[in-house]
């Protein structure tokens, strides 16, 4: 069962979005040579408490964090920890979670730390993100759930390679619906998987987290042994972006951006809905 949502849930949704959009923009911040990640896990704690809400992450199935951490070869699910230790040239996938009156938000992002990246790092966050406002593009009230998936899939396809040979979509992890918990049916794909069909029909009062993990290389992952942390099989880097939308007659809400995805979807052509906190 796919959970719809009314006008006055995703007003709660959103409140809760915007919540998650200061905790990457302060951890964002903080996020330079020589900060922990488990400061950084303070810095979202504060966030969420500043403003009433709820971690979501902290506790889910035994995760210690109230973000998960995940720098360059962790694919997703790194834990904070006082022993990593941003470096410059680094990267750090921030997925950040809150709830607001039992509604749930949830979103990633990557950031560069300091200098030195090379030309094919910056390429490997601009090719995931790209792909993301694809995906939330293709959210369209009586399209299918397959639609998403060709939309995230087919944008990442048609990027120039990296010196590697190609881009790695991992297949393990994806996106997923979210509302009243964090995780809800549909599973969303990054790519097109014939065997599930279309999927369920796109329908107002839908939401959904679209979040593509993209790496250098070979997709394949490993998880360690704290039975959370995802790594890439070949050491390869990657980059996560994420953001939780709600579906309306008017269009996509992108609930965790802070403009409501008005800006990044004029640029593909497509109207973002109102905002019902205004």
């Known amino acids: 069962m796919v959970e719809i949502k009314t006008p006055e849930q995703i007003a709660s949704m959103r409140a809760a979005g915007l919540v998650v959009a200061e905790m990457h923009r302060r951890c964002a911040e903080a996020a330079v040579p020589g900060t922990t990640t ?24 035994g995760f210690p964090g109230n973000i998960c951490t995940s720098v ?7 834990i904070p920890s006082e022993d990593t230790v941003l470096a410059s040239g680094d990267i750090i996938s921030i997925d950040a979670g809150a ?8 979103a990633a992002l990557t950031v560069f730390v300091g200098d030195g990246h090379p030309p094919e790092v910056h ?21 299918r759930l397959v639609d998403i998936s060709r939309a995230v899939e087919r944008d990442i396809r048609k ?42 029909r796109l329908v107002a009062g839908m ?33 996560h972006w994420e953001h939780s939308i709600a579906l309306t007659e008017r269009g996509p809400l992108v609930l965790t951006a802070p403009d409501g995805g008005r800006a990044r979807l004029a640029e593909l052509g497509v109207e973002a809905a109102p905002d019902p906190l205004g």
């Open 38 to 61: 488990a400061e950084l896990d303070r810095i979202a704690a504060a966030v969420i408490a500043e403003h009433g809400a709820k971690p979501n992450f902290l506790g889910y199935g």
């Open 207 to 239: 939401c959904l987290a679209i979040e593509p993990m993209v790496t250098l290389g070979d997709p394949a992952t490993h998880v360690l042994s704290d039975d959370w942390t995802v790594k890439s099989e070949d050491g390869g880097w990657s980059a």
């Open 159 to 200: 990027q120039p390679p990296p010196p590697s040979g190609r881009w790695g979509i991992v297949e393990e992890y994806g996106g997923h619906g979210i509302g009243s918990a964090m995780h809800m049916e549909p599973h969303v794909l990054n790519y097109v998987e014939r065997r599930r069909g279309k999927g369920p």
């Open 72 to 78: 360059n070869d962790v694919v997703v699910h790194g």
């Open 123 to 143: 390429e490997l966050s601009r090719v995931t993100e790209h792909s993301l406002w694809a995906g939330i593009a293709a959210m369209r009230v009586g399209g």
């Open 99 to 106: 709830i607001i009156d039992g509604w749930h938000a949830d």
